[in-house]
Nanobody, 123 residues
């Protein structure tokens, strides 16, 4: 089992920055897992933002955030971060942290999910 708890959401003006954190706990030591950030805006499907692997630190970003957002993890692999810069109103959504045991980016294939944190970008 893997437990995920997000924090760091809030209200920010367009052009501003926020950093989200995902605390990862459970049987994760020395284990290969993929941790990702997804988001879901009202009336829209949940979409991938970025993912990172626990071993090797391989990353993948969606085209809409590449160059503005950065996913990273701490050395202990207990926290995954999402640094969001140059935020736009269209980035407004509930952001979720999720994890899976093998490589992939499809939301439906992620096994473990956090409760989500709201990010609102005002124009």
């Amino acid at each position: 089992q893997v437990q995920l708890v997000e924090s760091g959401g809030g209200l920010v003006q367009a052009g501003g920055s926020l950093r989200l954190s995902c605390a990862v706990s459970g049987r994760t030591f020395s284990r290969y897992i993929v941790t990702g950030w997804f988001r879901q805006a009202p009336g829209k499907e949940r979409e991938l933002v970025a993912v990172i692997t626990s071993i090797g630190g391989t990353t993948y970003y969606s085209g809409s955030v590449k160059g503005r957002f950065t996913i990273s993890k701490n050395d202990a692999k207990t926290t995954v971060y999402l640094q969001m810069n140059t935020l736009k109103p269209e980035d407004t959504a509930v952001y979720y942290c999720a994890a899976r045991d093998n490589w992939g980016i499809a939301p439906n294939d992620f096994t473990y999910w956090g409760q989500g944190t709201q990010v609102t970008v005002s124009s």
